[in-house]
């Protein structure tokens, strides 16, 4: 009598290319799924205890994972402006009433390793090179909608500092309080932008005035509204969520 009939082996390089990124999607998925599991316990991981340090190595994994699958040349779906969202929501980690007005004298500062130091003023942000992209915003509370940007690349603005490219972050820091860090090479990426611009128009405070980074391969809340100050460094500096919990790299 026959035996159970065994499956065929096969192996990973002889599967098809669009079903080989299904896979590494679907790991990064089971990846995500434990990093999420800091979220839940609604710990902010400021303790020495047996679970923080384990939930702190699976946050440590998930941007392991995130960054060996993240690719400069792998682009962030774009839409027709037919697909914009309106109207478009408010987010931000405090309530619409409360938006920030631009302080007087804005100026938006650089530090860290770059050779230029100067302050920026938004009249001479536009005098830079300007891109636009339809793009769609990911909210780690599982909400999205389309908007339509359009402002600085990032890396025109940092060639133009003369920053460290090799330098591993960057961070970001905001008049309202808010603070937020990315790697070099998703603010290098083609679509990461300084947005001056929403729907055409400048923004407006509830949208992030006078300057917003916007970076569709991350999550929303990477994307800092009111920048106040940019640091390109070698030191993890962390951000406002991410500090208490919140996965580092967060792509979207």
């Known amino acids: 009598m026959n035996g159970p009939r065994r499956s ?3 192996k990973f390089q002889d599967i098809k290319p669009e079903l080989r990124q299904f896979q590494r999607r679907a790991i ?3 990846a995500l799924s434990l990093g999420g599991l800091a979220l839940l316990t609604g710990c902010d991981l400021s303790t020495n205890s047996g679970v923080d340090a384990a939930l702190r190595s699976i946050l440590r994994f998930d941007d392991k ?3 060996a699958l993240f690719g400069g040349r792998r682009l962030a779906q774009t839409y027709p402006v037919s697909a914009v969202t309106r109207p478009f929501r408010f987010n931000a980690y ?3 009433w409360q938006v920030r007005g631009v302080p007087d004298g804005w100026r938006l500062e650089v530090a860290g390793s770059v050779s230029v130091k100067a302050p920026w003023t938004i009249e001479a942000l536009r005098k830079l090179p300007q891109v636009e992209q339809i793009t769609r915003h990911i909210c780690i509370e599982g909400w999205s909608q389309i908007g339509r940007w359009s402002g600085v690349p990032l890396r025109a603005f940092l060639q133009r500092i003369g ?4 330098a591993p972050y960057v961070s970001f820091k905001c008049f309202d309080g808010y603070s937020t860090s990315i790697d070099m090479p998703s603010a290098l990426h083609p679509q990461t932008i300084l947005a001056l611009d929403f729907l055409g128009q400048p923004l407006a405070p509830e949208w992030g005035a006078p300057v917003r980074l916007r970076i569709p391969t991350k999550l929303g809340f990477k994307s800092a ?3 106040q100050a940019i640091e390109v460094t070698h030191i993890f500096p962390g951000g406002f969520w991410e500090n208490q919990g919140y996965d580092w790299f967060s792509g979207a």
Do not use: G, M, S, T
């Not at 920053?163 to 090799?166: K, P, S, T, V």
């Open 8 to 10: 065929p082996v096969v």
């Open 163 to 166: 920053a460290d490219l090799r």
């Open 28 to 30: 990064l998925r089971n």
């Open 94 to 96: 405090y309530p619409e």
């Open 65 to 67: 994972v995130q960054a």
């Open 225 to 227: 509204k009111n920048l």
